[in-house]
């Protein structure tokens, strides 16, 4: 796979002081295991992001398992042409019985729809890179439309709960 992020390790203040230091690292749910690496060479600057120089690898990571890879995750709420809905969208790893569930208490979720699920390939895309190292399965994407009685997202397992 290819990167999908780095760091310069010039920006832990103590690494050219000292030679070690410390860089906090957001990792995201991607659904796949995360190896970090530190590399010495590779990108000359910033602003030569596309200027590499055989990256030597240091050091690396045991492999970073999410504990579930198949956590509704990206969920997104968007108005309709009608006032009286919307569309709620999120992505999974399978489309196993995918479902929205709402209502106006937590715990009280008296409203609930099937989701239509849809994904898409590497075939879909129009080229190098996103068809070959830069391509990331995405899963499943999962669509509903409901009545616009909610306020709040929540997702929760394979359930979205709207209060």
């Given amino acids: 796979h290819a990167p999908i992020s780095f760091q310069y390790a010039s920006h832990s203040p103590s690494h050219l002081k000292q030679g070690r230091g410390s860089l ?6 991607m659904r796949d295991d995360v190896i970090i690496g530190f590399f010495r060479k590779g990108l000359s600057t910033a602003r030569e992001m ?5 990256p030597d690898p240091v050091a690396v990571t045991e492999k970073v398992r999410f504990r579930n890879w198949n956590e509704p995750l990206q969920g997104h ?5 009608d006032p009286t809905e919307m569309i ?4 999974t790893w399978d489309a196993t019985a995918p479902e929205a569930r709402w209502g106006r208490k937590h715990g009280k979720l008296t409203h609930h729809k099937k989701a239509s699920s849809s994904t898409y ?3 879909d ?7 070959d190292f830069g391509y990331r399965d ?9 009545d616009k009685s909610t306020v709040l997202l929540h997702l929760w397992r394979r359930h979205v709960w709207l209060e």
């Fill in 24 to 29: 906090l690292l957001r990792l995201v749910n």
């Fill in 77 to 81: 709420l968007a108005l309709t042409r």
């Fill in 50 to 54: 596309a200027t590499l120089h055989d």
């Fill in 138 to 146: 995405a899963g499943m994407l999962h669509q509903v439309t409901m």
């Fill in 125 to 131: 895309m129009c080229g190098p890179p996103a068809t």
């Fill in 121 to 123: 390939t590497a075939k």
């Fill in 88 to 91: 709620l969208v999120w992505v």
